[in-house]
């Protein structure tokens, strides 16, 4: 392959993956045409797409870019990206080789441009959940200080309610009742 060619195609690989910092890089042999394109479409309604790449031109782009990926070089390598965060990515991927199993085989994962093994992927949070702990850890100090000073109030108000419980306990129950006022005459 001339130079010039060489060139063009990592040209275009840089400007396919020019914002990727997510992405799974797959082993897929022996699926059939239909069955591929199935899944292709499949994972493009979920916003993730899939690109069978040559090796060295890939391991070279990735390199410019500072990703640095070093054990998923051998065999056919197809690079799943996007979805909206790695955690999502590598859940949908991970359907996908379960039903798959035979033919389509993990290699390596890369999130925020460093490499991470796939079973460490799947354990990352979602950006939702990301965002949740954050809000929750900001918050945290607040909540607690206002059941600090919620408490002390509370234990306050149980404590009359049981003196007031108390009181009318006490009552005497053989106390006569108050009469009852005569009914007034019908004008």
Known sequence: MSKVIKQMQMDSLKHDFKDVRDMVLLNIVGLDAITENQLR????????????????????????????????????TTVAWGGSSAADLSKEIETIVKKHDKKMKVKSGVADGQELTFALMLKLPTKAEALGRVA?????????????????ASQVCGQIKGIKDMKKEETPADAPAPAEAPAAPPA
Do not use: C, T, Y
Request: cysteine-free; hydrophobic content about 50%; charged content about 25%.
């Open 41 to 76: 479409l499949g994972l493009r309604k979920k916003g993730i797409r899939l690109q069978l790449v040559k090796n060295s031109l890939a391991r070279r782009v990735f390199g410019d870019m500072g990703v640095e990926v070093k054990n998923a070089w051998e065999g056919a």
């Open 136 to 152: 929750m850890l900001a918050l945290a100090p607040a909540s607690r200080i206002a059941s600090q000073i919620v408490g002390p």
